[in-house]
């Protein structure tokens, strides 16, 4: 059972990560980036919170997949096609990190990589 931790403004609660397990092909992911950033190239990759411009994909960090995926592995980092993702739900990992995890559509993953992308990362197809 997990602990309940309350602080001022939030609730959390203290999870193992490692005692998450995803169903079916299930993937969960955290470290999405959802603020307004700048590549490499200078260009404004604008926030889409709650409006229509901004839309992009976004990359999420593989915590946990389930028995039946075979594309995607615990440590990869996924490129998921915009909105294709739960909304989080905020955890604390045994260390006490604070951590906002969600579940990505398997369908909707476009890219996989075993290294944390860049904005500044050009693919080769």
């Given amino acids: 059972m997990a602990e309940e931790i309350q602080t001022t403004q939030t609730t959390y609660f203290a999870i193992d990560v490692g005692n998450i397990t995803a169903i079916k092909d299930w993937i969960i992911v955290s ?59 905020e955890i604390k990992d045994d260390t006490g990190e604070e951590m906002v995890i969600r579940r990505v559509d398997p369908k909707d993953v476009m890219m996989v990589s075993d290294e944390e992308p860049t904005d500044s990362v050009t693919f080769r197809v």
């Fill in 31 to 89: 470290d999405m980036q959802f603020d307004e950033r700048q590549s490499a190239g200078g260009i404004v990759l604008l926030n889409d919170n709650g409006t229509d411009e901004g839309i992009r994909a976004r990359w999420g960090y593989v915590r946990t997949v389930g028995p039946e995926q075979e594309d995607v592995s615990v440590g990869q980092w996924v490129l998921v096609d915009h909105g294709r993702w739960t909304r989080g739900v």
